[in-house]
């Protein structure tokens, strides 16, 4: 009969830091799309963001996921201030979109929302990203986003409010009323 071993410390955080990526990847990729507006460069941010977690793991005081959250948020920033120097990347899924294809007008749509979405300013972005995709609450997103609450709520409630209006219009700029569109 073999005796059953204890799983080291490393094991066992191994396994703490596998079970955080799994739970908390998917809402981290979906606000690095939001911030950045290109997945491919929302999987780097991610991988990243989840790399530098990891160095300070044990050292994190508070929530880990709003550390992350705050790890990413920075790593957008420094990829929107470096891109200022890059030529504008074109748009794959509006191509698509006139081709007439069906998948290329499901990608126009959701880029039609991110689009709209884009064109809030930054820190609104990050504040609906933190608490709609990653589903932080106002404290957490606060800690992320080093500001006080009451800046979260204002900052949420004024980026709602523009995306009512922005949203309005649908994708091929035909108002589609007051107070939001037929989406």
Excluded at 72 to 97: F, I, M, Q, S, W
Excluded at 98 to 126: F, K, T, Y
Aim: hydrophobic share 40%; aromatic share 4%.
């Amino acid at each position: 009969m073999a005796e059953k071993r204890r799983p080291s410390l490393s094991e066992s955080f191994d396994r703490e830091f596998e079970r955080f990526v799994l739970a908390e990847s998917p809402g981290l990729l979906r606000s690095a799309y939001l911030l950045c507006g290109d997945r491919g460069h929302a999987e780097d941010l991610l991988q990243t963001a989840l790399l530098r977690t990891l160095r300070r793991w044990d050292a994190i005081a508070g929530s880990r996921r709003a550390y992350a959250s705050a790890v990413l948020v920075n790593l957008c920033r420094d990829r929107r201030r470096n891109l200022k120097r890059r030529p504008v990347e074109t748009d794959a899924g509006e191509a698509l979109h006139q081709a007439g294809c069906d998948e290329g007008a499901r990608l126009a749509d959701r880029e039609w929302i991110a689009g709209a979405v884009r064109e809030l300013p930054q820190v609104q972005r990050e504040v609906l990203a933190c608490r709609y995709l990653l589903d932080l609450s106002v404290a957490e997103t606060a800690a992320a986003l080093k500001l006080p609450e009451g800046t979260v709520k204002s900052y949420r409630t004024r980026a709602l409010a523009a995306l009512r209006v922005l949203l309005s219009a649908d994708p091929a700029g035909r108002h589609t009323g007051e107070g939001g569109g037929s989406r």
